[in-house]
C-alpha cells in the first residue's frame, strides 16, 4: 500500500503545475495549511474554554461578532502576514484591507489574500460545522510600490489558488491552483492533512437544493419557480438540505450532487453573500470540479468588485442543476418542473 500524501508534500510536487511557479505561493498555501490547524484545535475545544459565544463587537457587515470568529481572524492575519510572501490582505472581519511587511505599506510579496476567516460563525454555539474561505491573487502595482485598494478588487477569473477548510466531523483543506480540485483531511493523531479526496468532481446528477426557507417567498419568480419544481419532484428523489454554514453547504453538495442558492430579495436586492471572500474562490472550484457559479445576470468569476464587501446573489453546484434555474428565468413562474432524471422541463 503507497504512504499518504501530505498536503506539503503534494503542494511542493505540484508545485511546477503552477502559473508563474513561485517558491512564494508554495510557502503561502503551506502557511495556510498551519493557521488552519491552529483554527481547528481552538473549534474543537471550545466547549471546554471560554472562547464560545459573542464577543461584543460588530462586523463591517454589521454582524455580532463571535469569539471564535475574532480568534480566526487574529490567526489568519498573523502566520500570514509574518511571510514574505504575502503583501495585503482583505478580511470579512475587518472594514478595509491591511497592507503587510516593513512600514505596513505592502511594498513587498507577490500575493494578496482575501479571506472569510470563520463562515457560519452562528453555528458555533450549537456544535454545527462550521469553514474558512479564502483566495489568493497576485498584486497589480508594481513591487516596490505602496498597495491599493484596486489590488484586491480584481475578479475572480484572476485568482491563482482558491480554497476552504471545513471544521466538521473530520477537518479538510480543499483548494485549486487551477489544475483541478483536491482535498486533505487532517489526521489529528499526528497533525497533518493528507490527501484523502484526490480530483474532486461535482456528481454528473444530483438532486438536493440548499436554500433558506424563510427567504424563498421574497425571492424572485425564477428561484420560486425552481424551488416549487424541486419540491413538486420528492418522489423522483429531490430532497431539500440547508445546514447554514456556506462551506458546510457547498462541501455536501460538492460530494453528493446538488444546488446552492442565496438568492436576491425584495429585503436584499443585491444578495447576503460577499463576491470576494465567499463566492468568488467557492465559484472557482465548483468550476474547476465541473459545476457552475452565477447571479442573477450571468458568471460569478467575470464579476469585477467595485467595493470590498460588495454582496452578490449566488447560485452554485451541479452544472445541470444551475443550468435548470437559469432556465426558469426564460420559461416564466408556473412553467417549470423536474423530471425524474432532474431535467429542466419548461
Given amino acids: 500500500m503507497s504512504k499518504a500524501q501530505t498536503l506539503g508534500e503534494f503542494i511542493m510536487d505540484r508545485q511546477a503545475e503552477f502559473p508563474f511557479v513561485s517558491g512564494q505561493l508554495t510557502r503561502l498555501l503551506t502557511d495556510i495549511g498551519v493557521a488552519a490547524k491552529i483554527v481547528n484545535q481552538k473549534v474543537n475545544r471550545a466547549g471546554l474554554t471560554s472562547i464560545l459565544g459573542a464577543s461584543g463587537d460588530t462586523n463591517i457587515q454589521d454582524e455580532q461578532q463571535q469569539k471564535l470568529d475574532v480568534f480566526a481572524d487574529d490567526t489568519f492575519m498573523r502566520i500570514l502576514s509574518s511571510g514574505k510572501s504575502v503583501c495585503g490582505i482583505g478580511s470579512e472581519e475587518r472594514d478595509d484591507f491591511v497592507r503587510c511587511g516593513e512600514h505596513g505599506e505592502g511594498r513587498q510579496g507577490k500575493y494578496i489574500v482575501l479571506i472569510d476567516p470563520l463562515d457560519g460563525s452562528s453555528n458555533i454555539d450549537v456544535n454545527v460545522s462550521i469553514g474558512t474561505i479564502f483566495s489568493i491573487v497576485r498584486r497589480i ?140 474562490p467557492l465559484a472557482w472550484i465548483a468550476e474547476e470540479a465541473g459545476g457552475l457559479a452565477v447571479d442573477d445576470r450571468g458568471r460569478i468569476l467575470d464579476k469585477v468588485p467595485a467595493a470590498l464587501h ?37
Fill in 310 to 346: 460588495e454582496r452578490t446573489p449566488y447560485y452554485v453546484g451541479t452544472r445541470h442543476l444551475v443550468q435548470a434555474l437559469m432556465a426558469c428565468r426564460l420559461a416564466g413562474p408556473g412553467a417549470f418542473s423536474m423530471d425524474p432524471q432532474g431535467d429542466k422541463s419548461p
Fill in 141 to 280: 502595482t508594481p513591487m516596490g510600490e505602496p498597495l491599493g485598494e484596486g489590488d484586491f478588487l480584481q475578479p475572480g477569473t484572476a485568482q491563482v489558488a482558491a480554497g476552504y477548510i471545513l471544521y466538521g466531523s473530520s477537518t479538510m483543506l480543499v483548494y485549486t491552483t487551477g489544475t483541478g480540485v483536491n482535498g486533505f483531511t487532517l489526521d489529528p493523531a499526528v497533525g497533518e492533512f493528507f490527501l484523502s479526496h484526490p480530483l474532486m468532481i461535482f456528481p454528473e446528477r444530483g438532486a438536493t437544493y440548499s436554500i433558506n426557507d424563510a427567504v424563498k417567498a421574497k425571492s424572485g419568480p425564477a428561484t420560486q419557480a425552481f424551488i416549487d419544481g424541486c419540491r413538486e419532484a420528492v418522489d423522483a428523489g429531490f430532497r431539500g438540505r440547508y445546514i447554514g454554514s456556506l462551506v458546510a453547504d457547498f462541501h455536501r453538495n460538492l460530494i453528493h450532487g446538488g444546488i446552492y442558492l442565496y438568492p436576491s430579495t425584495t429585503d436584499k436586492a443585491h444578495g447576503k453573500l460577499r463576491l470576494l471572500y465567499e463566492c468568488s
